[in-house]
Nanobody
Framework: QVHLVEPGGGLVQPGGSLRLSCAAS????????MGWYRQVPGKQRELVAR???????NYADSLKGRFTISGDNAKNTVYLHMNSLKPEDTGVYYC??????????????WGQGTQVTVSS
């Protein structure tokens, strides 16, 4: 009933760029914020970037300057532009929407994840 679709992953060479997108659909009425998380081999899931409906953004300190998050409120869509990619960026990237379920309760909805592989 609620789906987050995350096209955009794939294989990219070191130093290259990639854009991820995430479109939320279904029974979502008011999205407070959306964000990207990732899980790289050997590490816990970590925040990549987050954006509120008002446009405020938050980034992992190590990624600020290379990654940029943006959104389209009308489409319930968030984007992640990744530049100067490194092999260490390889991992599964997950989209999250923190949204009202229609009854005034905010919950997290997750996408299935998309694989990003940085390799020559």
């Amino acid at each position: 009933q609620v789906h987050l679709v995350e096209p955009g992953g794939g294989l990219v060479q070191p130093g290259g760029s990639l854009r991820l997108s995430c479109a939320a659909s279904g029974s979502l009425f008011s999205i407070n914020n959306m964000g990207w998380y990732r899980q790289v081999p050997g590490k816990q899931r970590e925040l990549v970037a987050r954006i509120t409906s008002g446009g405020s953004t938050n980034y992992a300190d190590s990624l600020k300057g290379r990654f940029t998050i943006s959104g389209d409120n009308a489409k319930n869509t968030v984007y992640l532009h990744m530049n100067s990619l490194k092999p260490e960026d390889t991992g599964v990237y997950y989209c999250d929407a923190h949204a009202d379920d229609g009854r005034g309760y905010y919950r997290d909805y997750w996408g299935q994840g998309t694989q990003v592989t940085v390799s020559s």
